[in-house]
């Protein structure tokens, strides 16, 4: 009886205490914590006028049907939806600007994390087994990847950033990634190679890429002096009918190669010592790379070694090559590449037979190049890395982190495999990029937003694509002989470089179009020029011309907005009160060499756009171009006109006249 008493009475103190303790720690809850603090400084702000009210303590939430997701972030996050608790204290500071409604769609789509969870710990997800842990605000730009596709993402410039390296560091060539596609050989055509490259430059090119061209996006693959001789063996000899050619030393020869090559605007695409483009090789040391006769016959025609390259086909007599070649070979020679050097190595180098070119090969599939050069022997032997498809939602358990001192997350893991992916394993085969940490977080932000999560149609962002556009005939040919869509882009297809020619035939009069192209010119004196002096014959101007008056064009713009295409002195007048007065146009564009530099100069533009382009350009600018810098002033068609009338009324500058 005793005993059953002792128990009893234990068994009512325990009951008594948990009755007692539960309120208790009800009571001490953190998230209850925050609300209290939060509603201390909602008096306050109120106080002060400003229209914060105090909230009842208990929980919040924001369920979301479409994504599945209960979210009691708010429940901490008070003011993450009141603009006027933009400087107030963490956690009850307002969300910063965002196009989306948080009360709709939640939080952890975009930030990860335990949604229902009331502790910071485990919100945050840095839980053992939870497998969503919230996102670093380095990598936040990563969830907006799941709703927009492969478009740029407003605001989102380190996504963007990310995307863009993955598909100038060809990655695809190794990795299937969604979203990027092979669109053609990454690198260049190795086919050839042998009579293209010196061996020694091939030799130290294979061993250290960036040693000879810090910018290069070819990676190291840390070859042992043996295997880069055998490598460079295997790819010497594979040769082309490429003549053999000797270079002229005359210095008049010379001299005139120099003008041929300034004239043609050779730095437009190609650095030397650190100066000029970097849309094509870099020509610094390129007479200790390429082989005399090769560099004749990429001149006279570069498809024929290269049917993919963007370089444009020049129309130069065949004086005129061996004279841009011997400048070439004279000015940007490489002392470092000198024969004796050469010579040893060429002796150095395995001699060819079956078992060498056999060994070679096996070292180029395992080196997966493939992946960015095209060997039309080597055509499908691919060895590939891993499939990419849904590595933004892999299971950092999942992961082998090897011996590395590394936080335990995917970023974490990510960012190392990217910036040193030697370090997992020695005998792994990605090479080494020299990415930057900062290139390094970009790649992984694009990687993470690579995430298996379903998300709901109505959440995805439409990308509207023109038609692309396939010119046959003249016009064609033309196309394809200068290369345009490597710098120009036409309904969705080309490069970025120059300006979009989609609808040039309605923006550009026909005879600036033919001028322009006999002597092109920067239209901003800051500015070098860029666009080439391609020597195109008149027929070929006329074909190009035509067929932009009469085919790129958009029917809603008018050509000329005047009768007899003068606008009237008085509303001239008024667009010029406009100009200067109102609208401040002169912080941005010059005329008569007064205003600022932001925008291209306004002297004669009327001689070059119709005034119905400019009319329409001036009442929404980004809809012809969406990333102008140009401000959208809504205006209504009366100053739209008169500003276009004071345009077209301006003369032409001095050097255009000429």
């Known amino acids: 009886m005793r005993r059953l008493a002792l128990l009893f009475c234990i068994s009512s103190f325990m009951l008594l205490a948990v009755y007692a303790v539960a309120p208790l ?27 914060v009210r105090p909230t009842p303590i208990g929980i919040r939430q924001i369920w979301n049907r479409d994504l599945d997701t209960v979210d009691r972030c708010v429940t901490c996050h008070l003011g993450v939806d009141n603009r006027f608790l933009r400087d107030a204290p963490h956690p009850f500071r307002a969300h910063p600007v965002t196009p989306h409604k948080i009360g709709e769609t939640g939080c952890t789509v975009c930030h990860r994390g335990q949604g229902a969870a009331t502790t910071v710990r485990g919100a945050h997800g840095r839980l053992r087994w939870w497998e969503d842990p919230m996102l670093p605000s380095q990598y936040l730009q990563s969830s907006c990847g799941q709703c927009h596709g492969g478009a740029a993402v407003p605001e989102a410039w380190v996504l963007n950033a990310g995307r863009e390296r993955i598909e100038k560091s060809g990655c695809v060539g190794c990795h299937k990634i969604p979203g990027f596609s ?3 050989p990454i690198g260049p055509d190795l086919d050839g190679i042998g009579s293209k490259v010196r061996p020694l430059w091939l030799f130290r090119w294979l061993k250290n890429p960036k040693d000879y061209l810090e910018r290069t996006s070819m990676p190291d693959f840390q070859l042992a002096d043996e295997e880069a001789r055998l490598l460079t063996a295997f790819l010497l000899s594979q040769k082309a009918p490429v003549p053999e050619a000797t270079v002229s030393s005359d210095r008049a020869v010379i001299e005139a190669g120099q003008l041929l090559y300034r004239q043609a605007r050779c730095i437009s695409c190609h650095a030397q010592g650190g100066r000029g483009g970097t849309f094509g090789p870099d020509l610094g040391k ?83 190049c493939g992946g960015c050069h095209r060997l039309k022997q080597m055509d499908g032997q691919i060895e590939f890395g ?115 020619l989609s609808i040039i035939g309605s923006q550009a ?43 790129l064009l958009e029917d809603s713009v008018p050509q000329e907005l005047f009768p007899q295409g003068r606008p009237d002195a008085p509303e001239a ?86």
């Not at 004196?525 to 009469?550: C, N, V």
């Not at 600022?596 to 533009?605: F, M």
């Not at 809504?634 to 009324?649: E, I, K, P, Q």
């Open 25 to 51: 720690r009800d009571y001490f809850q953190e998230w209850k914590r925050y609300q209290k603090s939060y509603n201390r400084v909602a008096d306050e702000e109120f106080r002060q006028n400003i229209p």
């Open 182 to 184: 092979r669109r053609g």
């Open 286 to 368: 390129v007479g200790g790379k390429v082989r005399p006769g090769w560099l004749e016959s990429w001149l006279r025609d570069p498809k024929a070694l290269f049917p993919q390259t963007r370089m444009p086909q020049f129309s130069l007599p065949e004086k005129d090559i061996r004279a841009v070649a011997a400048y070439i070979e004279s000015e940007f020679a490489d002392p470092a590449m000198d024969d004796p050097q050469e010579q040893e190595l060429v002796r150095s180098l395995p001699p060819l037979s079956r078992e060498s070119l056999a060994a070679g090969q096996n070292l180029y599939r395992r080196l997966g």
């Open 386 to 500: 891993p499939d990419l498809t849904g590595i933004g939602s892999k299971d950092a358990d999942r992961l082998d982190f090897g011996n590395l001192r590394l936080q335990r997350d995917l970023w974490s893991w990510l960012f190392a495999k990217v910036k040193t992916p030697r370090a997992f394993g020695k005998n792994l085969k990605m090479p080494n990029f020299g990415f930057s940490d900062e290139q390094s977080r970009e790649i992984v932000v694009a990687l993470l937003s690579l995430s298996d999560k379903k998300i709901p149609s109505r959440y995805l962002a439409s990308e509207e694509k023109p038609s692309p556009l396939h010119p046959q005939g003249n016009f064609g040919k033309l196309l394809k002989k200068y290369e345009c869509l490597s710098c120009h882009t036409i309904r969705g297809e080309g490069g970025k470089l120059a300006p979009d």
């Open 509 to 551: 009069r026909p005879q600036w179009i033919a001028s322009y192209f006999r002597l092109p010119y920067s239209l901003r004196p800051i500015l070098t020029e860029r666009m080439p002096l391609l020597g195109m014959s008149d027929q070929e101007i006329s074909t190009a011309a035509g067929y932009f008056q009469t085919v």
């Open 573 to 658: 007048a008024r667009g010029k009160e406009l100009y200067f007065n109102k609208y401040g146009c002169q912080a941005c564009h010059q005329v008569q060499t007064a205003g600022g530099y932001v925008g291209p100069p306004l002297d004669g533009v009327g001689g070059r756009l119709f005034s119905g382009y400019m009319f329409a350009y001036l009442k929404n600018p980004q809809k012809f171009k969406a990333a102008v810098l140009e401000p959208n002033y809504h205006l209504n068609d009366s100053d739209a006109r008169a500003l276009t009338a004071y345009l077209v009324s301006l003369p032409a500058a001095a050097q255009e006249k000429k």
